[in-house]
């Protein structure tokens, strides 16, 4: 299918006839059996700028030269507390125009980065601006053409949408893996073990040779899997009313009764199971070596609305729920000791970086928190994003520089470096992505809502012959 292009005012032809700033795409390829046609049958002159809309450019980013004092001492405080320096600005030099483009959306100067003054514009960065020598680039959009996805795209380089998975650079795709038939709720990578697990809302965990990308088999639990980790050699999927525990070395199976309603997050402390479910409540479960069994602890109840996240960290647990409220647990009590409500919406997803806890919402912000010298936990930055945040996930990259994974709405996954949230790159899924999962070897995992799992890994950067 041809995609139609913009109208946009311009002059009259011979005939009187208004014709359009903008060349026939049916004319470049020859195929214009218009006369008169309202757009251009010759080629612009090179000084003519591409036309784009707000769509194309509200994602863009630039330098903020207006940033406020309160972010950038929010970023200051977090560098000095992790004990890295504080990123510097990137000077002005006569470097070529890729890298003048390059530098517009990721400012580095000696492999620091520098995210204080950066802010989302309305203006064209990415590959957008005349390079003030009279040739102005195409603007490229922030989002994957759905021609381009179906195969049908006759723009070619012409197309101001992005015919690509990855915007950026660090990062390659290794595999698709397919066999899912609902969005994926979880992978695994268990301890001693040479397969991938992963589970979906078709109710199918399915096992994925490591080396070779086959499925090697799938298990029906007969319900919707609500959330999938695995801690050890023993592997949880959370379903109504239930959560199934596998032990891949003992080959034990059981079944831990007990919640009310769909289990959405799962985590493991020690020797400690909590399970948050759709009633507010999160349940508890105590391994006991001797019976190599589960055994029930005790039941955190607080929340109004469903758990749909936990993480573990400094002695506490962290819960996030549809309350749009994290509370704080302390692990040696299985008492409540903070609620946490600076959050608009839905808090989808927890993580701990150090000191630091990071939480994400669908009211489009990332909040890390840390705690004061009285012991309550303190917003110290907020992170804003155009989107709803879906879910979080923290590895190193080839570098060991921090990444933080954060998954968007609008179907794409944002690869952030701590702590200045400088971007280096996007991936783009065909649809939502609720589930990162990183492996050994800076391979990362993401699962998305067509059930689609994608295998991608940290490129290796390049080492000179003197080092």
Not at 124 to 152: D, F, M
Not at 159 to 170: D, R
Not at 325 to 348: G, N, P
Request: charged fraction near 20%.
């Amino acid at each position: 299918m041809d995609i139609k292009p913009s109208r946009l005012v311009g002059d009259k032809n011979e005939r009187g006839r208004r014709v359009n700033n903008m060349v026939c795409s049916y004319w470049l390829r020859g195929k214009c059996n218009r006369n008169p046609c309202r757009f251009l049958h010759q080629e612009l002159p090179q000084n003519t700028h591409y036309q784009i809309s707000n769509q194309f450019r509200k994602n863009c980013w630039q330098r903020n030269p207006d940033s406020d004092s309160k972010s950038a001492s929010s970023l200051m405080s977090l560098d000095r507390s992790s004990g890295s320096t504080t990123p510097k600005h990137s000077s002005t030099s006569n470097q070529s125009h890729k890298n003048n483009r390059e530098r517009a959306l990721y400012s580095d100067h000696k492999g620091e980065w520098d995210s204080t003054n950066l802010r989302c514009s309305s203006s064209p960065t990415r590959a957008g601006s005349s390079s003030g020598n009279g040739i102005t680039q195409k603007v490229i959009g922030e989002r994957v053409c759905k021609y381009w996805l179906h195969g049908n795209c006759v723009e070619a380089n012409k197309c101001q949408y992005l015919h690509s998975w990855f915007k950026g650079h660090g990062v390659f795709k290794l595999a698709e893996l397919n066999g899912h038939i609902k969005a994926i709720s979880g992978i695994v990578l268990p301890s001693g073990s040479e397969k991938l697990y992963t589970a979906s809302g078709d109710g199918y965990i399915r096992v994925w040779d490591c080396h070779t990308g086959h499925c090697d088999g799938a298990v029906n639990l007969g319900g919707e899997i609500g959330s999938f980790i695995s801690a050890g050699p023993w592997v949880f999927a959370g379903i109504k009313n239930v959560v199934k525990a596998w032990n891949i070395e003992s080959c034990a199976d059981l079944s831990l009764d007990g919640p009310v309603g769909q289990i959405y997050a799962m985590v493991v402390d020690h020797d400690m199971l909590f399970a948050g479910a759709e009633n507010g409540t999160i349940y508890a479960w105590k391994a006991n070596k001797e019976t190599n069994a589960f055994e029930p602890a005790t039941t955190l109840g607080g929340h109004n609305c469903a758990v749909v996240s936990l993480t573990v960290g400094g002695g506490r647990l962290y819960s996030g729920s549809m309350d749009n409220t994290i509370r704080v647990w302390d692990l040696t009590t299985l008492q409540c000791i903070y609620t946490l409500k600076e959050h608009a919406s839905v808090v989808m997803s927890l993580g701990c970086w150090g000191p630091y806890l990071i939480s994400c919402s669908l009211d489009q912000t990332i909040e890390v928190w840390f705690a004061t010298e009285a012991g309550n936990l303190e917003v110290t930055y907020t992170h804003n994003e155009e989107h709803g945040v879906l879910t979080l996930f923290g590895m190193f990259n080839s570098k060991g520089k921090p990444i933080l994974l954060c998954s968007c709405n609008d179907n794409s996954v944002r690869l952030y470096e701590l702590p200045s949230f400088t971007e280096r790159a996007r991936i783009f899924a065909k649809e939502e992505v609720r589930v990162i999962q990183i492996g050994p070897g800076g391979l990362f995992f993401i699962g998305d809502g067509t059930g689609q799992v994608d295998v991608w890994k940290w490129q290796a950067e390049p080492t000179s012959l003197a080092s």
